[in-house]
């Protein structure tokens, strides 16, 4: 596996851990390891299941984009940044695996729009949230102004985006930012639970899911309706399908082949 110099890459039983690995600089998201990271993602293993998406330290998730990168950038740059940020982003959403961002500290700017990339999150009690862009002068660029309103509704993305404050995890959970807010202790040990449990589920039938909701998601009602039942009949084409269904009916646990 290659060397990055700023994130760090681990695996275990078919989950990769990537840690953005800046902690000095809370783990902020320069051009290297945008680059670094779509490098990472483009490399895994078709074997991967699950990535889980973490920042090193105990203080940050990741606290933006690198501001001292920003600062002196042309229009011209500021945009071709943004889109450098635009299309890690997507490589990460369009995973065919589940992702999970494991927030334990600051998720700002970049942070939280990286954070919001992933499938869901899972916050220790230490998680900030927030868009404070506006305070710097800018909007959001790598997707906060997409993908938050997606999330938690126009009113309450637009609250964030302009005030620019930032909210603790007790308040990213209430508003269905995070999934689940656990002691900062226990942050990994959870993630690693709900990993397990979505990998005792046929591989296929999961990332199935994922296509459908996010298919769901960017379509019309019908289309949607119509696209999933398509994916469920495919699902019959699959040997998992068999099995998972035999083993119910013969009251033993299934054995899955990932087709
Ligand atoms: C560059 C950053 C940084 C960032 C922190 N640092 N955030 N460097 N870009 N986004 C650096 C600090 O400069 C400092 O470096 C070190 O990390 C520790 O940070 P401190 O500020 O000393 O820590 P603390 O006082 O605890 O404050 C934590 C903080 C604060 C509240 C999170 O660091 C902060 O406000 N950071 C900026 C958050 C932000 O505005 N994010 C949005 C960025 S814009 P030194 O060398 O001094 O020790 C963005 C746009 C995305 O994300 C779209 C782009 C297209």
């Known amino acids: 596996m290659s060397t ?11 989950v990769v851990r990537i840690t953005i690995n800046r902690a000095e600089k809370l783990n902020a998201l320069n051009r290297a390891t945008l680059t670094e990271l779509e490098a990472a ?4 293993d078709p074997e991967v299941r699950l990535l889980v998406i973490t920042g090193a330290g105990d203080k940050a998730f990741v606290a933006g984009a690198d501001i001292s990168e920003m600062a002196d950038l042309t229009a011209e740059q ?8 635009h299309e890690v982003l997507a490589r990460l959403e ?19 729009e990286l954070a919001l990339a992933a499938d869901f999150i899972i916050a220790s009690e230490k998680a900030r949230f927030g868009q404070p862009e506006v305070s710097l002068g800018v909007t959001a660029g790598f997707g906060g102004t997409v993908r938050l309103s997606r999330r938690i509704g126009d009113a309450r993305a637009r609250q964030l985006l302009f005030t620019g404050e930032m909210i603790k995890a007790d308040e990213a959970y209430r508003i269905g930012l995070a999934n689940e807010v656990v002691a900062a202790g226990e942050l990994m040990t959870r993630v690693d639970a709900i990993a397990a449990k979505i990998m ?12 459908a909701t996010r298919f769901g998601e960017e379509s019309e009602l019908e289309a949607a309706c119509v696209f999933e039942q398509q994916v469920f009949g495919l699902c019959f084409a699959t040997h998992d399908q068999k099995e998972g269904m035999r083993a119910f009916l013969d009251k033993r646990k299934p054995s899955w082949i990932g087709r």
């Open 4 to 14: 990055y110099e700023n994130i760090l890459i681990g695996s275990k039983d078919g």
């Open 94 to 112: 369009s995973l065919e695996v589940p992702v999970i961002a494991a927030v334990n500290g600051y998720a700002l700017g970049g942070g939280c």
């Open 200 to 211: 005792e589920n046929a591989p296929r039938a999961v990332s199935l899911s994922k296509r």
């Open 41 to 44: 993602i483009l490399a895994l």
């Open 78 to 85: 500021g945009a071709s940044f943004a889109r450098l940020g």
